[in-house]
């Protein structure tokens, strides 16, 4: 009989499998070439980038995920509120991050989660691009 302990760090276990199987499916559709477009958010500071659109998941409550890369040129800000569940990579440069009112430092290779409705704010404070790669959990 397993005890709530052991059924825990199961369930950390699954999420960090989840989280690597994710990553790696955006790996191959990032290989097979995806449409990529360019999208300006502030004035050419920030720019979002379409890698593949909205495709089939096999998460449940999730029949659609889409992936796209945001970068920021050095002092670059934006800030969002959520409206889809995501899963975020920085995978260039460092970002200073807000959420919540909550601050941490997202350096090259760092991943976090993103909830519906909360509010996250983006900084880069380096001297060189910085971009975050999202996993957006579409519910429809």
């Known amino acids: 009989m397993r005890t709530t302990k052991n059924l825990h760090s199961v369930n950390i276990k699954r999420r960090d499998v989840m989280v690597a199987g994710l990553a790696g499916a ?3 559709l990032v290989g097979k070439g995806g449409s990529a477009y360019a999208q300006p958010i502030d004035k ?3 720019e979002r980038k379409e890698l593949k659109k909205p495709t089939e998941s ?3 409550g999730f029949p659609k995920i889409r992936l ?3 970068t920021w040129q050095p002092g670059a800000s934006s800030t969002a509120k959520m409206q889809n569940a995501m899963i975020c ?3 260039q440069g460092t970002l200073e991050v807000s959420i919540d009112g909550k601050y941490f430092t997202a350096e090259t290779g760092y991943i976090w989660t ?3 409705g909360m509010v996250e704010g983006r900084i880069n404070k380096g001297n060189t691009p910085a971009t975050m ?3 957006e959990l579409l519910t429809a």
Do not use: S
Request: glycine share 4%.
């Open 26 to 28: 955006a790996a191959l």
């Open 44 to 46: 050419g500071q920030v």
């Open 58 to 60: 096999r998460i449940p």
């Open 68 to 70: 796209y890369e945001v």
């Open 89 to 91: 990579e920085c995978t």
């Open 114 to 116: 993103c909830k519906v």
């Open 133 to 135: 790669r999202v996993f």
